[in-house]
């Protein structure tokens, strides 16, 4: 793994990982388990054996010592689930496919898919300057299209030593987008607009104040009338930033050590990581940790049925306009992370054939991919967020579960 991918790990930024590891077809910085993502060309041989799958998921989940995790599979042959563990560590509730989870960064599809709506109805262009919406950006030539492509060179502000470091002292502090932003316009840019590629969640926060300034409306009005209630989505929701409750049923979701520690690796010092496989170092419960410090580029809720419906939709174009869903496909390209053959496009990420996200707040880790030629789903959460070893647990079984169905 390349250096700069192993600065700022903690679970603050880990989505940033979680979509180079699994593009790149690693399952884990440091830890075992390497996995190789199928070929564009392996996407014909599609195979679902679903005792197979759930062993392989069973297998995984203990491997990874999480309290629970759900998957779901579909492919032409039908669907096939599975779930794993209890929703409350020492618990006796188990894991359902009727569970709320917070999906972090999947969360930024949505907020991308919203701004190419209105692209799509000419209330913006993608090649607009995004000081022309917020002057607070003074770089007067970075553009909405870069923001989403994450080529804007924006800092990103859940990098920051301030963000990870309120996040362990106030965990129920409540934060406006506006304050997130100035977080990452504070630090210097990492690069010149459009000449490298950073994982930003800045860029997506701006997207999100964008969203509300043309609609005149909150961000999470907007996402309910244009995706959540059109779709069909109703166990999906955008918290008002004041909210830190999930709806019933939900998974507690639970995290080793802290965000300011984890900032340089996910994975315990070697001391604490057999204490963990022992079991007598035990996770922290962040549940109701108050995510507004995710805000559009993290902050949705959603169950795994329903992630399913909204990835399918998401890669099949019943979001976007024949045209627009054919371009945002087609930007999905390779970027320069120091990893091999990583793909991020127009607020999506592409995994071997599937396009989709990866999602990760302390506690929660969810991955959801969809391949619009061979109708192949895959989704998959657990409660754990990173693993003890350094792992984001439901990437690394998303991969696995790809590579089982695909082939290697």
């Given at each position: 793994?390349?250096?700069?991918?192993?600065?700022?790990?903690?679970?603050?930024?880990?989505?940033?990982?979680?979509?180079?590891?699994?593009?790149?077809?690693?399952?884990?910085?440091?830890?075992s388990?390497?996995?190789?993502?199928?070929?564009?060309?392996?996407a014909?041989?599609?195979?679902?054996?679903?005792?197979?799958?759930?062993?392989?998921?069973?297998?995984?989940?203990?491997?990874?010592?999480?309290?629970?995790a759900?998957?779901?599979?579909?492919?032409?042959?039908?669907?096939?689930?599975?779930?794993?563990?209890?929703t409350?560590?020492?618990?006796?509730?188990?894991?359902?496919?009727?569970?709320?989870?917070?999906?972090?960064?999947?969360?930024?599809?949505?907020?991308?898919?919203?701004?190419?709506?209105l692209?799509q109805?000419?209330?913006?262009?993608?090649t607009?300057?995004?000081?022309?919406?917020?002057?607070?950006v003074?770089?007067?030539?970075?553009?909405?299209?870069?923001?989403?492509?994450?080529?804007s060179?924006?800092?990103?502000?859940?990098?920051?030593?301030?963000?990870?470091?309120?996040?362990?002292?106030?965990?129920?502090?409540?934060?406006k987008?506006?304050?997130?932003?100035?977080?990452?316009?504070?630090?210097?840019?990492?690069f010149?607009p459009?000449?490298?590629?950073?994982?930003?969640?800045?860029n997506?926060?701006?997207?999100?104040?964008?969203?509300?300034?043309?609609?005149?409306?909150?961000?999470?009005?907007?996402?309910?009338?244009?995706?959540f209630?059109p779709?069909?989505?109703?166990?999906?929701?955008?918290?008002?930033?004041?909210?830190?409750?999930?709806?019933?049923?939900?998974?507690?979701g639970?995290?080793?050590?802290?965000?300011?520690?984890?900032?340089?690796?996910?994975?315990?010092?070697?001391?604490?990581?057999?204490?963990?496989?022992?079991?007598?170092?035990?996770?922290?419960?962040?549940?109701?940790?108050?995510?507004?410090?995710?805000?559009?580029?993290?902050?949705?809720?959603?169950?795994?049925?329903?992630?399913?419906?909204?990835?399918?939709?998401l890669?099949?174009?019943?979001?976007?306009?024949?045209?627009?869903?054919?371009?945002?496909?087609?930007?999905?390209?390779?970027?320069?992370?120091g990893?091999?053959?990583?793909?991020?496009?127009?607020?999506?990420?592409?995994?071997?054939?599937?396009?989709?996200?990866?999602?990760?707040?302390?506690?929660?880790?969810?991955?959801?991919?969809?391949?619009?030629?061979?109708?192949v789903?895959?989704?998959?959460?657990?409660?754990?967020?990173?693993a003890?070893?350094?792992?984001?647990p439901?990437?690394?079984?998303?991969?696995?579960?790809?590579?089982?169905?695909?082939?290697?």
């Open positions: 793994m390349a250096a700069e991918t192993r600065v700022h790990r903690g679970a603050a930024v880990a989505a940033l990982l979680a979509i180079a590891l699994i593009a790149s077809g690693c399952a884990g910085g440091g830890a388990g390497t996995v190789a993502s199928p070929s564009p060309s392996s014909g041989t599609v195979t679902a054996d679903a005792g197979a799958l759930r062993a392989q998921f069973d297998s995984l989940a203990t491997e990874l010592g999480v309290p629970g759900a998957m779901l599979v579909r492919t032409p042959q039908g669907e096939v689930t599975a779930t794993f563990g209890v409350q560590l020492h618990g006796s509730t188990p894991v359902s496919l009727d569970d709320h989870f917070r999906i972090g960064s999947n969360t930024k599809t949505m907020t991308a898919t919203v701004i190419l709506q692209v109805e000419g209330k913006l262009s993608l607009d300057k995004v000081a022309k919406y917020r002057p607070e003074s770089n007067s030539s970075i553009t909405i299209e870069q923001l989403l492509t994450m080529r060179g924006l800092a990103n502000y859940t990098a920051t030593l301030e963000l990870n470091r309120a996040l362990d002292t106030q965990p129920q502090r409540v934060w987008p506006e304050e997130l932003v100035a977080m990452g316009l504070a630090e210097p840019p990492t010149a459009g000449d490298g590629w950073n994982y930003s969640n800045t997506t926060v701006l997207l999100g104040l964008i969203a509300e300034q043309l609609e005149h409306k909150p961000l999470a009005q907007i996402l309910q009338e244009r995706l209630t779709l069909g989505l109703r166990e999906t929701s955008y918290p008002a930033d004041t909210d830190a409750s999930l709806p019933e049923p939900y998974s507690h639970y995290m080793y050590s802290n965000n300011v520690d984890t900032m340089e690796s996910s994975a315990l010092p070697p001391d604490q990581l057999a204490q963990a496989k022992a079991g007598t170092l035990l996770p922290s419960d962040t549940t109701n940790l108050n995510p507004s410090w995710a805000g559009a580029a993290g902050a949705g809720i959603s169950t795994i049925r329903d992630l399913a419906h909204w990835v399918e939709a890669g099949s174009g019943a979001v976007l306009g024949p045209t627009l869903q054919k371009e945002r496909l087609a930007g999905v390209q390779t970027v320069p992370v990893l091999p053959d990583p793909k991020y496009g127009w607020g999506i990420a592409k995994f071997g054939p599937l396009y989709g996200h990866t999602g990760e707040l302390p506690g929660y880790n969810s991955f959801m991919g969809y391949d619009p030629v061979q109708k789903t895959i989704v998959a959460w657990a409660n754990l967020a990173p003890a070893d350094g792992r984001p439901a990437t690394v079984i998303g991969t696995l579960l790809m590579k089982s169905i695909y082939g290697g």
